[in-house]
């Protein structure tokens, strides 16, 4: 390392900075960038970048505003003592010691290393005493490099190696608990040790054996296998989702984020080692390890989850297995009109039953308002387009089965499946549709689910998930829709897509904005999915409202990406070198249809770029049911043009919207980027005061 991370000219003490958290960051933007070691502008873009995500504000007064950045040249570690504090969104108050810490993009795991131990450091209550008490620039670099240096002078100031197994021993009695901890943050360079180090320290304090896996940025070295067997209960104290979580199935389960590990510590490890000999308390999902059962609620193993989120989440499961469903009969579908025209609906009943490779249609005849439809040549055509047509409906048929019966496994597992296919059967049935589908799903799911809670004799235990439970759940379920349900959903179902089908003109262009609105919100969310599967339900009808319905929603989740590379390809100073690459990639999965290109956008900047994404897609899907576009395809975008009318609409609507929430979102940054740019001019002349 050609530098230290730290030196003198990298410290200020005493400052007074006028102005909120955002001046502050100014202020450590210019501080590192006056070094030589950054780009002022893109890493304090950085900055604000991940704060975004969510605030660097610690316990203790402590804020620690970090990135890892093409902008940065040389990694830096920034200290910024402040005279008053200013809230850096940490619940027990302000912060006046800033640590700013600046890793280049391409990071090797030996600065990550570095940097780890520093954020271990400063859980300890010394050390940040130390630091407040410093009268010198000289004498606060020097404690931080005592810290992070490869060979440290100061033992006690370090913390146990970032990226191994930690053991937390120390006190420790023959018999006491034995408890596993992994934490993992974003970025995965300050809160993910922090935590480690809270959680290992009051396991120390406390008498019991911890070990812990860090997955951050300095890289991951897996629990030892024996670690595992000999574990009672793990503590997940994670922003992400972590990698390998099915090696603990059936362990006993406290999650929460990383914050919380950081300042309830010691209430964490009280928690995990009661969970040890509680019967109810959350489990790690999935196959157990030890006696080949499995575990029945994949829901379970969410800290404190509500039974609203956890319905919310088996409809998202829902939706997710549906789509390839729709994807591939839609899709084939439209390939079958396609290269038969729409005649194959006239053929696809006879596919089956007439038709073979050794009986073409060479001889055969249909009619259709008087006129023959097949010749030698058209017949082969017609007859492939048939094939696909009929292929594609077979697909379609499945969705409200899917729907329901992936409802169910989201609530309750394996059991679950089958009572909520079948459910979802009879909700076609009796044509409830996918309303119905919705009904048998959660009500599968929840029985399917208390069944499985129950504590039957030994021998019965075996054939419960795969006989007693389907069956009961599937009987009750059925017998529901089938005797009581099903009249009234129908009549729902009916009277719905009456209301959609007599829908014109302004009411129409209405629901085209709810629908746009719904699809830009949160790109892939819920209440994306919510529309997606609203619009995509419906083309089983088959009617001409159904199809403009499908069009306005494809038409708007085109928007976001496309804006995002529009404002990035237009004003690219704007954006981060991450972000204009994404940028890139987001031409192409707007025009495939993919709402959650513009995902990272949103994640890093919420308030400006979702309102323009909104404004956007309600113009578009607005103008797409004006229009009367229609697209007898489910997914695809301006791929699957063939299965758009009129094309040239379609086009238009999706324009207008793109160029809305462009211009939207431009001008929503660039105001940002002036005040900022005023705040750090302010910063910086009270700094270097």
């Known amino acids: 390392m050609s530098e230290p991370?730290?030196?003198?000219?990298?410290?200020?003490?005493?400052?007074?900075?006028?102005?909120?958290?955002?001046?502050?960051?100014?202020?450590?933007?210019?501080?590192?960038?006056?070094?030589?070691?950054?780009?002022?502008?893109?890493?304090?873009?950085?900055?604000?970048?991940?704060?975004?995500?969510?605030?660097?504000?610690?316990?203790?007064?402590?804020?620690?505003?970090?990135?890892?950045s093409a902008a940065v040249h040389e990694a830096a570690l920034g200290l910024i003592r402040l005279s008053t504090p200013v809230d850096?969104?940490?619940?027990?108050?302000?912060?006046?010691?800033?640590?700013?810490?600046?890793?280049?993009?391409?990071?090797?795991?030996e600065h990550m290393k570095l940097l780890a131990k520093l954020s271990r450091s400063l859980i300890k209550a010394d050390f940040v005493a130390a630091l407040r008490a410093a009268t010198t620039p000289e004498e606060a670099a020097a404690l931080i490099r005592e810290v992070v240096d490869p060979a440290p002078a100061a033992p006690a100031a370090t913390g146990s190696p970032a990226t191994t197994d930690q053991d937390s021993t120390v006190g420790a009695t023959p018999d006491a608990p034995v408890l596993l901890a992994i934490t993992s943050c974003p970025t995965g360079i300050?809160?993910?040790?922090?935590?480690?180090?809270?959680?290992?320290?009051?396991?120390?304090?406390?008498?019991?054996?911890?070990?812990?896996?860090?997955?951050?940025?300095?890289?991951?070295?897996?629990?030892?296998?024996?670690?595992?067997?000999?574990?009672?209960?793990?503590?997940?104290?994670?922003?992400?989702?972590?990698?390998?979580?099915?090696?603990f199935a059936g362990m006993p389960l406290v999650e929460s984020g990383v914050k919380r590990a950081i300042s309830e510590g010691p209430k964490m490890i009280d928690e995990a080692v009661a969970a040890i000999h509680d019967p109810d308390a959350d489990r790690v999902a999935g196959a157990a390890s030890a006696g080949g059962s499995s575990?029945?609620?994949?829901?379970?193993?969410?800290?404190?989850?509500?039974?609203?989120?956890?319905?919310q989440?088996?409809?998202?499961?829902?939706?997710?297995?549906?789509?390839?469903?729709?994807?591939?009969?839609?899709?084939?579908?439209?390939?079958?009109?396609?290269?038969?025209?729409?005649?194959?609906?006239?053929?696809?009943?006879?596919?089956?039953?007439?038709?073979?490779?050794?009986?073409?249609?060479?001889?055969?005849?249909?009619?259709?308002?008087?006129?023959?439809?097949?010749?030698?040549?058209?017949?082969?055509?017609?007859?492939?387009?048939?094939?696909?047509?009929?292929?594609?409906?077979?697909?379609m048929?499945?969705?409200?089965?899917?729907?329901?019966?992936?409802?169910?496994?989201?609530?309750?597992?394996?059991?679950g499946i089958a009572p909520g296919f079948i459910g979802g059967a009879v909700s076609v049935l009796v044509g409830a549709g996918f309303i119905g589908g919705l009904v048998t799903g959660i009500l599968a799911g929840l029985l399917a689910l208390w069944l499985s809670s129950l504590k039957p004799p030994r021998w019965l235990a075996g054939l419960m998930p795969v006989v007693i439970i389907p069956l009961v759940t599937t009987f009750v379920v059925g017998g529901l829709i089938l005797l009581f349900l099903g009249r009234p959903l129908a009549a729902l179902m009916t009277g719905l897509q009456d209301t959609l089908t007599g829908m014109t003109?302004?009411?129409?262009?209405?629901?085209?904005?709810?629908?746009?609105?719904?699809?830009?919100?949160?790109?892939?969310?819920?209440?994306?999915?919510?529309?997606?599967?609203?619009?995509?339900?419906?083309?089983?009808?088959?009617?001409?409202?159904?199809?403009?319905?499908?069009a306005a929603v494809m038409a708007s989740g085109m928007v976001p990406p496309l804006a995002m590379a529009l404002s990035t390809a237009v004003r690219p100073k704007l954006y981060t070198p991450a972000e204009r690459e994404n940028g890139t990639t987001a031409w192409l999965l707007g025009a495939a249809f993919i709402s959650e290109g513009a995902i990272p956008f949103a994640a890093a900047d919420p308030l400006r770029v979702i309102p323009s994404m909104m404004a956007g897609g309600a113009v578009t899907g607005a103008l797409s049911m004006a229009f009367g576009v229609t697209s007898k395809a489910p997914h695809g975008g301006i791929f699957v043009a063939f299965a758009i009318e009129p094309i040239w609409a379609y086009v238009v609507?999706?324009?207008?919207?793109?160029?809305?929430?462009?211009?939207?979102?431009?001008?929503?940054?660039?105001?940002?980027?002036?005040?900022?740019?005023?705040a750090g001019d302010s910063a910086v002349e009270t700094v270097a005061a």
């Open 505 to 550: 003109g302004t009411s129409a262009i209405l629901l085209g904005i709810i629908l746009g609105l719904m699809m830009c919100f949160d790109l892939g969310g819920p209440v994306n999915k919510a529309a997606y599967l609203f619009a995509t339900a419906g083309l089983s009808a088959g009617t001409e409202a159904s199809w403009q319905i499908m």
């Open 653 to 678: 609507a999706i324009v207008a919207g793109v160029l809305v929430s462009a211009l939207a979102v431009t001008a929503l940054k660039q105001q940002a980027a002036r005040s900022r740019k005023a």
């Open 88 to 109: 850096f969104g940490s619940k027990d108050g302000p912060a006046d010691l800033i640590i700013g810490i600046a890793a280049p993009e391409g990071s090797g795991s």
């Open 190 to 247: 300050a809160h993910t040790y922090m935590a480690a180090e809270s959680l290992e320290q009051a396991a120390k304090d406390k008498g019991v054996e911890l070990h812990v896996e860090t997955q951050g940025s300095g890289g991951i070295t897996p629990f030892d296998p024996d670690t595992i067997k000999r574990a009672q209960a793990i503590i997940i104290a994670a922003d992400v989702n972590i990698s390998g979580r099915d090696r």
């Open 397 to 415: 048929s499945f969705l409200v089965a899917a729907l329901s019966g992936y409802i169910a496994f989201g609530l309750a597992g394996r059991p």
């Open 295 to 311: 575990a029945s609620t994949p829901a379970s193993g969410h800290h404190q989850v509500g039974w609203g989120k956890r319905i």
């Open 313 to 395: 989440q088996a409809l998202m499961t829902g939706v997710s297995y549906m789509i390839p469903f729709v994807a591939a009969g839609g899709l084939l579908m439209a390939l079958g009109f396609l290269v038969g025209g729409y005649d194959v609906a006239f053929v696809s009943n006879d596919v089956a039953t007439k038709f073979s490779l050794w009986n073409l249609p060479d001889a055969q005849t249909y009619q259709q308002n008087g006129a023959d439809v097949l010749t030698q040549y058209a017949g082969l055509r017609l007859y492939l387009g048939a094939v696909l047509a009929t292929l594609g409906g077979l697909g």
């Open 5 to 68: 991370l730290i030196t003198p000219d990298l410290v200020r003490l005493g400052v007074e900075v006028t102005g909120d958290k955002h001046a502050v960051i100014a202020a450590m933007a210019d501080l590192v960038a006056s070094t030589g070691r950054a780009d002022r502008a893109g890493l304090q873009q950085a900055f604000e970048d991940r704060e975004a995500q969510f605030a660097t504000g610690m316990p203790g007064g402590i804020a620690i505003p970090h990135c890892r």
